[in-house]
C-alpha cells in the first residue's frame, strides 16, 4: 500500500484546508485508515480515524467540532477538511493505512504511512 498526501500550505488563522490522502496498492485490504500531525519536539498524536468495518469515526478533542475526516471509495482517497484552524494545529500531517490480512495462523496487521504535508497556521 502506497499513501500519497497533498493538501498542506499555509494559512491565516480561522482559514480552512483540505488535505488528500491517495491510496494505491492492495487497499482492498486496508480496513482503516487515519490522520495524525506532529509539531516540532511533539510526539505524533491522532488527529482522526476511520474504521471501515465499524463504519465509525473518531477525533482528537482539541478537532472535535473543526475537523471532519471523510473518504471516496471509488478514487480510494482519503480527506481531511480543517476548518476553524488555529495556530497550534500548525504540524506535518501524516496519512496512516491499517490493513489486515487473515492467515492460517490468525490475522496480521500491517500499518503504512505517507511522507507528510506540513500544515502552518499563522495567527
Known amino acids: 500500500v502506497q499513501l500519497v498526501e497533498s493538501g498542506g500550505g499555509l494559512v491565516q488563522a480561522g482559514g480552512s484546508l483540505r488535505l488528500s490522502c491517495a491510496a494505491s496498492g492492495s487497499t482492498f485490504t486496508i480496513n482503516a485508515m487515519g490522520w495524525y500531525r506532529q509539531a516540532p519536539g511533539m510526539q505524533r498524536e491522532l488527529v482522526a480515524a476511520?474504521?471501515?468495518?465499524?463504519?465509525?469515526?473518531n477525533y482528537a478533542d482539541s478537532v472535535k467540532g473543526r475537523f471532519t475526516i471523510s473518504r471516496d471509495n471509488a478514487k480510494n482517497t482519503m480527506y481531511l477538511q480543517m476548518n476553524s484552524l488555529k495556530p497550534e494545529d500548525t504540524a506535518v500531517y501524516y496519512c496512516?493505512?491499517?490493513?489486515?490480512?487473515?492467515?492460517?495462523?490468525?490475522?496480521?496487521?500491517?500499518?503504512?504511512w505517507g511522507q507528510g504535508t506540513q500544515v502552518t497556521v499563522s495567527s
Open positions: 476511520m474504521s471501515f468495518g465499524e463504519l465509525s469515526t
Open positions: 496512516h493505512a491499517r490493513r489486515t490480512v487473515i492467515y492460517t495462523t490468525g490475522p496480521q496487521e500491517y500499518d503504512y
